[in-house]
């Protein structure tokens, strides 16, 4: 079975940074597909960030394009999103989701996910 826990959540003023953390457990994927998501209240959720390894890409949304970064450690099956100069429109529930993905771009569909964690950015 797979798990997939986001951690590193919290509050923020405007233009700090924080670092939110996936740990996926179980999966074994020959191709994984790992991506970023949010949902502010009364919102669609978005994809923020999105890492394919089967074409090599990363992609991100055009809101968080040069403040936000996805990386990932494969030897510890972790996916990390790195926040700069956070602002309140950043507030939301960050989800973590992965599958596995043989094919070009970001998935548009992913299935697994996590529990979300709360991201506050005050004015």
């Known amino acids: 079975e797979v798990q997939v826990v986001e951690s590193g959540g919290g509050s923020v003023q405007a233009g700090g940074s924080l670092r939110l953390s996936c740990a996926i457990f179980?999966?074994?994927?020959?191709?994984?597909?790992v991506g970023w998501f949010r949902q502010a209240p009364g919102k669609e959720r978005e994809r923020v960030a999105c890492?394919?390894?089967?074409?090599?890409?990363?992609h991100y949304a055009d809101s968080v394009k040069g403040r936000f970064t996805i990386s990932t450690n494969k030897a510890k099956n972790r996916v990390y999103l790195q926040m700069n100069n956070l602002k309140p429109e950043d507030t939301a529930v960050y989800y973590c989701?992965?599958?596995?993905?043989?094919?070009?771009?970001?998935?548009?569909?992913?299935?697994?996910w996590g529990q979300g964690t709360q991201v506050t950015v005050a004015s």
């Open positions: 989701a992965t599958r596995d993905f043989y094919g070009i771009g970001c998935p548009k569909e992913f299935g697994y």
């Open positions: 179980g999966a074994t994927f020959d191709d994984p597909a």
């Open positions: 890492r394919v390894s089967s074409d090599d890409s990363t």
